[in-house]
């Protein structure tokens, strides 16, 4: 059974700095590209970033670009996104997913089968 548990979250300034945390069990983490989410209160759920399955290829949602940047440890089975310049509109719950071993895109989010529980990003203005 796939568990995917996010850290990190909290309380900030604009302008602050936050490392989001994912640890993965439960399948081979080192076969599969892994992404973050993110999803404001009345909006829909929204890509932010994704990595590929050895780390050497990287995606991100031009709103977070410059800023934000995931990279993964498959040796601890975990990924990161450190996230810089956090604006108020960052403002969120943060999801980390595992995407499908065959999936067309890293920036869907039907193309990932597993879902961590959320983590609250807050920036204050």
């Known amino acids: 059974q796939v568990q995917l548990v996010e850290s990190g979250g909290g309380l900030v300034q604009a302008g602050g700095s936050l490392r989001l945390s994912c640890a993965a069990s439960?399948?081979?983490?080192?076969?599969?590209?892994m992404g973050w989410f993110r999803q404001a209160p009345g909006k829909e759920r929204e890509f932010v970033a994704a990595?590929?399955?050895?780390?050497?290829?990287?995606f991100y949602a031009d709103s977070v670009k410059g800023r934000f940047t995931i990279s993964r440890d498959n040796a601890k089975n975990t990924v990161y996104l450190q996230m810089n310049s956090l604006k108020p509109e960052d403002t969120a719950v943060y999801y980390c997913?595992?995407?499908?071993?065959?999936?067309?895109?890293?920036?869907?989010?039907?193309?990932?089968?597993?879902w961590g529980q959320g983590t609250q990003v807050t920036v204050s203005s």
């Open positions: 990595i590929s399955w050895s780390g050497g290829s990287t």
């Open positions: 439960g399948r081979t983490f080192s076969s599969y590209a």
């Open positions: 997913a595992q995407r499908k071993l065959i999936s067309g895109s890293y920036y869907r989010h039907y193309d990932y089968d597993h």
